[in-house]
Nanobody, 130 residues
Framework: EVQLQASGGGLVQAGGSLRLSCAAS????????IGWFRQAPGKEREGVAC????????YYADSMKGRFTISKNNAKKTVYLQMDSLKPEDTGVYYC???????????????????????WGQGTQVTVSS
């Protein structure tokens, strides 16, 4: 059974940091890329960052560059999202998802196109207070 378990969310003040984890099981980790997405209340889900597990290629949405860092531990089958300099507008439910091969890196397409992702986790709440 494929599982993606997101954790690490919480309440933090603006300017603070959080590290989210996405623990994967039930599929060959190296064959997939893992993306982080978020959904704020009343807004559509948006891509945050992704990483291809086979080669470590990363991609960030423009508004996250310089503040968020995605990384992985293949041995632990876990992907991390380090979030620094958090802002109230970063508040939302953060989801991790898995995309087989994350081929959009090679195709020149958007690696955070959510409809290409095959499996989704349950989400973890991040709340940034002002």
């Amino acid at each position: 059974e494929v599982q993606l378990q997101a954790s690490g969310g919480g309440l933090v003040q603006a300017g603070g940091s959080l590290r989210l984890s996405c623990a994967a099981s039930g599929f060959t980790f190296d064959d997939y890329g893992i993306g982080w997405f978020r959904q704020a209340p009343g807004k559509e889900r948006e891509g945050v960052a992704c990483i291809r597990n086979s080669d470590g290629n990363t991609y960030y949405a423009d508004s996250m560059k310089g503040r968020f860092t995605i990384s992985k531990n293949n041995a632990k089958k876990t992907v991390y999202l380090q979030m620094d300099s958090l802002k109230p507008e970063d508040t939302g439910v953060y989801y991790c998802a898995a995309d087989f091969l994350l081929a959009n890196f090679d195709l020149g397409s958007n690696p955070l196109y959510e409809y290409d992702y095959d499996y989704w986790g349950q989400g973890t709440q991040v709340t940034v207070s002002s």
